[in-house]
């Protein structure tokens, strides 16, 4: 064990400036014990208890959250900051690369230690929650699941360690929900494919040195025509445009790509040409589990607020927990985040099994996001006047969480993909 943390203190330069960080140890060690959790949890079924990894990563980000997040995140959110060297810093933790495999520098955890890992981050702060979900599980978990060897090996270590950060894009700003009509093209021309077009609405659009982009190789209205490349910043003909200004998740950074006769090399295609739309379904199911953590976080981290506020608070000399149109507000609250973490507990167990998740990571995702958006809301009313003041934490908690029932797919998206799944 020893042994084993040294030479994470010595291969990982970053790491050596956190080396008087002990919640690094416990994510070391947790690293060393994984296998154990996953083969227990695939046993067993879906485990109610917390495992000790969620233990200890939940208080490795709290306590790095602390020192890193709470501190800024109110200047990051007044001027639109996304704030680049804190990923590094979360690379340098595990936290870039919580599913990639340690032979490729991430941190090799299942869907449950990410929930947990996501969830506790967005309980902090929704906008970092958002770019580290996105990262690790568009562009970086698209490429592990689809990449060539050759592709993995050269871009994983980059985007699990936090040395890069990675974009995905599918929305145009004609195509979101239909994301299948789009009209980026990419057209052959001898080992090269040319493309042409704009995506909008990317994470990390900007900041991004890497992108994994899905383009037309056929024709309109054909899922079996689109093909997904890996195209790094700097290539002649790829750049990004307009930087969105957004009414919350305001650290995360949002913007368009560009393509203009950019050509990359067929080399950069992930699978087979014309793989590119169903891959991305597939990332996406794994994607909607993040997004329930992300609204789990949020949630939990309004409902904290309120529930310390109310105990602390005081009109007719009484705290206004003590009133039962309040203490009713909290059972709710506490009852549907219940209820939210379950369906993404079980749909990240699911996951871990190998077993199909588009259903239930569609319900996690749907019935977490408007779990988020209602608790915020009810957390704003408990706050009062206070509530809608950018001194206290509520506001943002209410701002961040509409971005839950929008991203990766919209509520009523959500709704379709169940009851297809449902109706079949
Ligand atoms: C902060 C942020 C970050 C994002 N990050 C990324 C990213 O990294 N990569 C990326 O590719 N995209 C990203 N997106 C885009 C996001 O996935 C889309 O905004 C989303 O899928 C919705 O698409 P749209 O905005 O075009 O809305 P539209 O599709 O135009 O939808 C408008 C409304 O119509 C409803 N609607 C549409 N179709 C149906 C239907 N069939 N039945 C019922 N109702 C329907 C929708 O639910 C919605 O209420 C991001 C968006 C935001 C805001």
Redesign the pocket.
């Given at each position: 064990m020893i042994g084993y943390l040294f030479k994470g203190f010595q291969s990982q330069t970053n790491i050596r400036l956190y080396s008087d960080y002990i919640p690094l140890l416990l994510w070391n060690i947790l690293k060393e014990t994984k296998m154990a959790v996953l083969a227990e949890s695939i046993e067993t079924g879906i485990n109610f208890e917390e495992s000790e990894n969620q233990k200890m990563i939940a208080q490795m980000v709290q306590d790095f959250g602390k020192k890193e997040i709470t501190p800024k995140m109110m200047e990051w959110d007044e001027s639109q900051e996304f704030p680049v060297p804190l990923f590094k810093k979360m690379g340098a933790l595990g936290l870039m690369g919580v599913l990639v495999p340690e032979e490729y520098g991430g941190a090799g955890f299942s869907y449950s230690e990410y929930v947990t890992a996501i969830s506790e981050i967005s309980k902090i702060d929704g906008s970092i929650g958002l770019s580290v979900a996105?990262h690790n599980s568009?562009c970086t978990g698209h490429i592990l699941q689809f990449g060539n060897e050759e592709q993995k090996s050269k871009y994983l270590p980059k985007l699990a360690t936090g040395e890069w950060i990675g974009?995905?894009?599918?929305?145009e700003p004609n195509t979101?929900?239909?994301a299948g009509n789009m009209r980026t093209v990419a057209i052959k021309d001898g080992d090269y494919y040319i493309l042409n077009g704009a995506?909008n609405?990317?994470?990390h659009g900007k900041s991004g040195n890497v992108a994994v982009v899905i383009a037309r190789t056929g024709e309109i209205g054909d899922s079996h025509a689109m093909t997904s490349f890996i195209i790094e910043k700097g290539t002649p003909g790829f750049t990004s445009g307009k930087k969105e200004n957004?009414l919350g998740?305001r650290a995360?950074e949002?913007a368009e790509l560009i393509f203009t006769d950019c050509r990359v090399h067929k080399s950069q295609v992930m699978g087979n040409e014309g793989d590119g739309f169903v891959q991305s379904l597939k990332v996406l199911d794994g994607g909607r589990i993040s997004i329930a953590a992300l609204g789990l976080g949020i949630a939990m981290g309004a409902y904290e607020a309120a529930l310390k506020y109310s105990k602390e608070r005081h009109q007719f000399n009484k705290p206004i927990s003590s009133f039962q149109g309040i203490a009713f507000k909290l059972a709710d609250m506490a009852t549907k985040i219940e209820a939210a973490r379950l369906l993404t507990f079980r749909a990240a167990d699911l996951k871990n099994q190998g077993r199909s998740v588009n259903k239930e990571s569609a319900m996690a995702k749907l019935y977490t996001s408007e779990v988020a958006v209602e608790v915020a809301n009810e957390a704003v009313q408990i706050f009062g006047g206070y509530g809608y003041i950018k001194d206290f934490p509520v506001e943002k908690y209410y701002r961040d969480a509409k971005?839950c029932t929008?991203?990766?797919?919209?509520s009523?998206?959500q709704k379709?993909v169940i009851s297809r799944a449902i109706l079949k």
């Amino acid at each position: 064990m020893i042994g084993y943390l040294f030479k994470g203190f010595q291969s990982q330069t970053n790491i050596r400036l956190y080396s008087d960080y002990i919640p690094l140890l416990l994510w070391n060690i947790l690293k060393e014990t994984k296998m154990a959790v996953l083969a227990e949890s695939i046993e067993t079924g879906i485990n109610f208890e917390e495992s000790e990894n969620q233990k200890m990563i939940a208080q490795m980000v709290q306590d790095f959250g602390k020192k890193e997040i709470t501190p800024k995140m109110m200047e990051w959110d007044e001027s639109q900051e996304f704030p680049v060297p804190l990923f590094k810093k979360m690379g340098a933790l595990g936290l870039m690369g919580v599913l990639v495999p340690e032979e490729y520098g991430g941190a090799g955890f299942s869907y449950s230690e990410y929930v947990t890992a996501i969830s506790e981050i967005s309980k902090i702060d929704g906008s970092i929650g958002l770019s580290v979900a996105a990262h690790n599980s568009l562009c970086t978990g698209h490429i592990l699941q689809f990449g060539n060897e050759e592709q993995k090996s050269k871009y994983l270590p980059k985007l699990a360690t936090g040395e890069w950060i990675g974009a995905w894009g599918l929305t145009e700003p004609n195509t979101g929900s239909d994301a299948g009509n789009m009209r980026t093209v990419a057209i052959k021309d001898g080992d090269y494919y040319i493309l042409n077009g704009a995506k909008n609405f990317i994470t990390h659009g900007k900041s991004g040195n890497v992108a994994v982009v899905i383009a037309r190789t056929g024709e309109i209205g054909d899922s079996h025509a689109m093909t997904s490349f890996i195209i790094e910043k700097g290539t002649p003909g790829f750049t990004s445009g307009k930087k969105e200004n957004k009414l919350g998740m305001r650290a995360s950074e949002t913007a368009e790509l560009i393509f203009t006769d950019c050509r990359v090399h067929k080399s950069q295609v992930m699978g087979n040409e014309g793989d590119g739309f169903v891959q991305s379904l597939k990332v996406l199911d794994g994607g909607r589990i993040s997004i329930a953590a992300l609204g789990l976080g949020i949630a939990m981290g309004a409902y904290e607020a309120a529930l310390k506020y109310s105990k602390e608070r005081h009109q007719f000399n009484k705290p206004i927990s003590s009133f039962q149109g309040i203490a009713f507000k909290l059972a709710d609250m506490a009852t549907k985040i219940e209820a939210a973490r379950l369906l993404t507990f079980r749909a990240a167990d699911l996951k871990n099994q190998g077993r199909s998740v588009n259903k239930e990571s569609a319900m996690a995702k749907l019935y977490t996001s408007e779990v988020a958006v209602e608790v915020a809301n009810e957390a704003v009313q408990i706050f009062g006047g206070y509530g809608y003041i950018k001194d206290f934490p509520v506001e943002k908690y209410y701002r961040d969480a509409k971005l839950c029932t929008i991203g990766e797919g919209t509520s009523e998206i959500q709704k379709l993909v169940i009851s297809r799944a449902i109706l079949k």
